[in-house]
């Protein structure tokens, strides 16, 4: 993990840190945000397979599983993106919606039990008028030993000044 990561997330990142629920016009390039670890279970990827038809026996049966390349049941790398969108604070306030996930690479399995977080690296900004921007963040997700199982750049649609503005009257259809 960088240093600005580490700092990110323990709170000493100061002005460094990515905020959530920062103004569009007060983020900078290479602010970095740390999330929260969260355990991927059992029932969660059963969830997942029913959810998504994926009966792939790598991920539900074990012993299908054993004889895997992995050695065991994994969760499915759209899982673990899934649950990296949950780790990730977006203040609705902000963040409008999810505009474009991209060049995801799934770089290591995720196995039941495994915790993972997520380090979002601000990488890009665009005002699109007074009221929008639009974000570029790198996300790495890790496991509980810090290596990379996945990364993804993501654009997310910003809300620029004040936040008490519902979305419909920004003519977003939201």
């Given at each position: 993990m960088s240093?600005?990561?580490?700092?990110?997330?323990?709170?000493?990142?100061?002005?460094?840190?990515?905020?959530?629920?920062?103004?569009f016009d007060d983020l900078v390039l290479g602010q970095c945000f740390r999330s929260g670890g969260r355990a991927v279970s059992e029932a969660e990827v059963i969830a997942f397979c029913t959810l998504t038809g994926d009966?792939?026996?790598?991920?539900h049966d074990p012993e299908w599983?054993?004889?895997?390349?992995?050695?065991?049941?994994?969760?499915?790398?759209?899982?673990?993106?899934?649950?990296?969108v949950g780790l990730v604070p977006l203040d609705p306030a902000r963040v409008l919606a999810l505009r474009r996930v991209s060049d995801v690479v799934f770089k290591r399995p995720v196995r039941l039990g495994d915790v993972i977080d997520v380090e979002a690296t601000l990488t890009?900004?665009?005002p699109l008028d007074e009221r929008l921007g639009l974000?570029?963040?790198r996300w790495r997700i890790r496991n509980q030993d810090g290596a990379l199982v996945c990364r993804a750049d993501v654009l997310v649609l910003w809300r620029r000044g004040a936040t008490d503005t519902p979305a419909a009257s920004l003519g977003l259809g939201l």
């Open positions: 240093d600005l990561a580490s700092r990110a997330h323990d709170g000493r990142a100061g002005e460094s840190s990515l905020q959530p629920s920062a103004d009966w792939h026996p790598v991920h599983a054993a004889r895997s390349i992995f050695g065991e049941r994994v969760a499915h790398g759209m899982l673990i993106l899934s649950l990296a890009g900004r665009r974000v570029e963040l």
